[in-house]
C-alpha cells in the first residue's frame, strides 16, 4: 500500500472517530436533558452552537479543553 493511501486511510478513520465521538456526546445530551425535564434547553440547543456547548460543560459531556476540537 502506498504511502498516500495510508494517509488517506488514517484520516477516514480519524473522521469516523470523531463522528462516533460526536455522536455519542449528542445523545448524552439529549438524555440528561430530558431525563431533567429541560426541553427548552434542548430545544434552544438544536440552533444555538455556543449553548449546547455550554450545556455539554455543564453537564461534564465534554471539556472546555475539546471546544477548539469540534
Known sequence: MMLEEMLKD???????????EGE???LALVNALVSQGRYEDLKR????????ENLMEELGIKNKEDHGKS
Open 10 to 20: 488514517e484520516r477516514e478513520a480519524g473522521r469516523n472517530e470523531g463522528r462516533q
Open 24 to 26: 455519542k456526546q449528542s
Open 45 to 52: 440547543c438544536l440552533e444555538d452552537e455556543v449553548f449546547r
